[in-house]
């Protein structure tokens, strides 16, 4: 071979490389385009799938609180987080109580969420047997619709969605995530989700906890009270929040439906939740401010509650009804909520 005909061929050669790095270029990002949307579209379906089996109908269509019925994608909306004491093997999902209960209120152009914790002992006015008790009790009086009523009469503001997750839901979402980083503020053992005494152990500081552990970080409050769990929930919350925002959890959100699936239940559609995901997106972070309502110990009878402060309780009041922008009042004849007073014969006890 000539060495003209060799310097020809080594040139066709490094054609060749070269078209087939550029195809590497351009195929590799189009073949993972396409892997990503098509796990981007199963999601999707998956999503409405899972979620619409979720959503529970409504008695009402609006709060009473509101004018007309709103849209999430361009309102200000609230959201009451329900966690019930419910598992397998209670066989208690008609009479659970809320062993934690938060109210987001979401505003559209801040970007920025406020986080009121409920304590569960608080003693205030439940609607639905028309004396005073525990909050969490309402819930095992009339279910969801029961406790989104005693909030609002509670705090004057419309409680435009619900969401109730059990036990279950609680661990396997956090699991899904590949757990969640979390400071522990004392060592403690505490019982599982199926109620094993002692089940977890785990000592004070920062760390990463798998499901069972932030379940159990969430209702213990042996060394502490109500207040203090309060706020630990709502750091949990956050760090939820934060996981599963982060590009790096894209993977775990088909385990995290499967999560919610058979343990949640809600009364907002498929529609209504993708509108939420402007909150984590558009290159701003969203903006979580906790709170939780002040109070005191109220021992009447030798039966524990948490009598709230009325002075703080107002100023919480204003406070969300500004975040959400609206100035409702309700009705002259749920005052008597907002008073204290030991509960009506009918109540149920020292739970």
Do not use: C
Not at 278 to 286: A, D, E, I, V
């Amino acid at each position: 071979m000539t060495k003209k005909n060799e310097t020809q061929t080594r040139l066709v050669r490094r054609k060749k490389r070269r078209l087939r790095k550029r195809a590497y270029f351009i195929l590799i990002p189009l073949f993972a385009f396409f892997l990503l949307a098509g796990y981007a579209g199963y999601l999707y379906v998956k999503a409405g799938s899972v979620l619409s089996d979720s959503y529970v109908g409504d008695e009402r269509e609006k709060s009473p609180l509101r004018d007309a019925e709103v849209d999430p994608s361009i309102d200000n909306v609230s959201v009451l987080i329900m966690g019930v004491d419910e598992n397998k093997q209670r066989g208690n999902a008609e009479n659970a109580r809320t062993d934690a209960l938060m109210l987001a209120t979401f505003n559209k152009d801040e970007k920025s969420v406020n986080l009121l914790s409920i304590p569960r002992d608080s003693l205030v006015h439940i609607p639905e047997v028309g004396y005073e008790d525990k909050i969490t009790h309402a819930h095992a009086y009339g279910g969801p619709s029961a406790t989104v009523e005693t909030v609002e009469n509670l705090l004057d503001i419309p409680v435009d969605y619900f969401v109730k997750l059990n036990f279950h839901a609680f661990v396997d979402v956090v699991d899904a995530l590949g757990g969640i980083t979390v400071d522990v503020p004392y060592e403690f053992t505490e019982q599982d989700s199926t109620d094993n005494k002692g089940a977890v152990h785990l000592t004070a500081g920062e760390q990463q906890l798998n499901g069972e552990e932030a379940l159990a970080l969430a209702r213990t409050r042996k060394l502490d009270n109500d207040i203090e769990r309060g706020k630990r929930q709502q750091e949990i919350v956050k760090a939820a929040l934060q996981k599963a925002t982060n590009l790096n959890s894209i993977l775990s959100y088909d385990d995290i439906l499967e999560a919610v699936g058979d343990n949640m239940t809600t009364n907002m559609r498929f529609s209504d939740m993708k509108t939420f995901i402007s909150y984590g997106t558009g290159g701003t972070n969203l903006d979580v401010n906790t709170h939780t309502l002040k109070g005191y110990d109220y021992k009447p009878s030798g039966t524990y509650y948490w009598a709230l402060d009325e002075e703080s309780l107002n100023e919480t009041r204003s406070l969300l009804q500004s975040h959400l922008e609206i100035n409702n009042q309700l009705a002259e004849e749920s005052s008597s909520a907002h008073q204290h007073a030991e509960p009506a014969s009918g109540g149920s006890g020292s739970y």
